[in-house]
């Protein structure tokens, strides 16, 4: 109309009838180009990470976003993971005598993740970590662990950030060891044995190792026992120092620790 009748902009638009306003919009939409090229890379370093872990990253970063339009774009580049729904639900109950742990060092969680070589040699991976403030003393594989081995490997952790209150385990011949029991009578560590075939009865160390394996063990192929330390210690340090934790706000334990420490439930 304003190249053929040529009339001004405030007239066609009253005729018509047309918001003036709406003519001379402009749209304030970014290019998300940059963004999804962002969320690529962070899906791709940590392929076990899914939306809302991306985007608590994405914040830490600076990008100015919110979780609905992260959302959306992982939709849209297929990224969204396809985990197995369980057949059925357990609720477990634990032990009424189990009170949660109120400081760092006061309950520490035990167990062992199995794993082979790429030449098909078993290893045996000893897991720790902290109930409390989620800090992960050790992360050591061996091709095979006994009595002795676990307390000559808790001794390096703990002259490093201290001895706890307790430590939960299963009834592993490892953890029921003489050694072991010696180690902590002399320590005054108290030895928290689960029920046996009740996983649940340490579920932080279970959860901790679902997390190891997806985002390390099932990352990587381990040419030798070397190689395994040398991929498993750099993600010991990235989870104590930089991984967004849902149980403390989605926040990495090194911002936690400037803040009052509260008990968290969750890993």
Sequence with gaps: MLADWGVSVRRACRVLPFDT???????????????KKRIKEICATHVRYGCRRVYHILRREGWVVNAKKVYRLYMELGLQLRNKTPKRRVKAKLREDRAPAIRPNDVWAMDFVHDQLATGRKLRILTVVDTFSRLSP????????????????????????????????????????????????QRGVTLDFSRPGKPTHNAFIEAFNSKLRRECMN?????????????????????????????????????????????????
């Design 219 to 267: 990352a990587h192929w381990f040419l030798s026992l070397q190689d395994a330390c040398e991929k498993l210690e750099p993600w010991r340090r990235y989870y104590n120092e930089e991984r967004p934790h849902s149980a403390i706000g989605n926040t990495p334990r090194s911002c936690w620790q400037t803040q009052p420490l509260k008990p968290a439930h969750r890993t």
């Design 138 to 185: 050790v992360v050591d594989p061996r091709f095979s662990y006994r009595g002795e081995d676990v307390v000559a490997t808790l001794k390096k952790a703990c002259r490093k950030i201290g001895y706890p209150k307790t430590i939960r385990v299963d009834n592993g011949s490892e953890f029921i060891s003489r050694d072991m029991d010696l180690w902590a009578y």
């Design 21 to 35: 306003s709406s003519y001379h919009y402009q749209s304030r939409h970014t290019d998300p180009a940059s963004l």
